[in-house]
T-cell receptor, first 112, second 115 residues
Framework: GDSVTQMEGPVTLSEEAFLTINCTYT??????LFWYVQYPGEGLQLLLK?????DKGSNKGFEATYRKETTSFHLEKGSVQVSDSAVYFC???????????FGQGTELSVKP | NAGVTQTPKFRILKIGQSMTLQCAQD?????MYWYRQDPGMGLKLIYY???????DKGEVPNGYNVSRSTTEDFPLRLELAAPSQTSVYFC??????????????FGQGTRLTVV
């Protein structure tokens, strides 16, 4: 069945460091790919999305490119801030009947 | 436009009690989902629905039941609550039309404690 695999956390970075969180997927058909963010004590918010191969989603300085050849959707940010500390979830819809499937989440902690 | 609304926000149950978590969406989405999130963990799919009258099990359906009598509502029923059901529950919805779909929209969650 469809699945999403993220790099394990926690990831600890200093402010202004470069961030990469790896995400790979397995899916039949043509899934849409998403990154969600969860700040402490809150629900999930959509961070960015991409609906077809080679699309680049971007928001708040974060970017991810839908790579069908490597089945990946890695999240990147050039310069992280303390306020980016949160848990990041990679997810997909589609493929197997429209079910929304999440990776296990990656906790990011940014130190001043 | 309220999006996805979950009630209640917090609840404490005694072992063996039952309750229904409510979820409603006003976006005319066909797909709806229930997840649970244990402390420090990811989201586990409990049940989902692809439309009114159609539901299916996710990864962790035991101890829960759902129904989908209307497009808008997708209640989650807990029968005989157990401490292992202490968690935060999230409802979500999305519109899926063949190969095209929106992102999933989430409710604010229900924090349930079973004592």
């Amino acid at each position: 069945g469809d699945s999403v695999t993220q790099m394990e956390g926690p990831v600890t970075l200093s402010e202004e460091a470069f961030l990469t969180i790896n995400c790979t997927y397995t899916a039949t058909g043509y899934p849409s790919l998403f990154w969600y963010v969860q700040y402490p004590g809150e629900g999930l918010q959509l961070l960015l999305k991409a609906t077809k191969a080679d699309d680049k989603g971007s928001n708040k300085g974060f970017e991810a490119t839908y790579r069908k050849e490597t089945t990946s959707f890695h999240l990147e940010k050039g310069s992280v801030q303390v306020s980016d500390s949160a848990v990041y979830f990679c997810a997909l819809i589609g493929g197997q009947g429209g079910k929304l499937i999440f990776g296990q989440g990656t906790e990011l902690s940014v130190k001043p | 436009n309220a999006g996805v609304t979950q009630t209640p926000k917090f609840r404490i149950l005694k072992i063996g009690q039952s309750m229904t978590l409510q979820c409603a969406q006003d976006m005319n989405h066909n797909y709806m989902y229930w997840y649970r999130q244990d402390p420090g963990m990811g989201l586990k799919l409990i049940y989902y629905s692809v439309g009114a009258g159609i539901t299916d099990k996710g990864e962790v359906p035991n101890g829960y039941n759902v129904s989908r009598s209307t497009t808008e509502d997708f209640p989650l029923r807990l029968e005989l609550a157990a401490p292992s059901q202490t968690s935060v529950y999230f409802c979500a919805s999305s519109l899926v039309l063949g190969r095209w779909n929106t992102e999933a929209f989430f409710g604010q969650g229900t924090r349930l404690t079973v004592v």
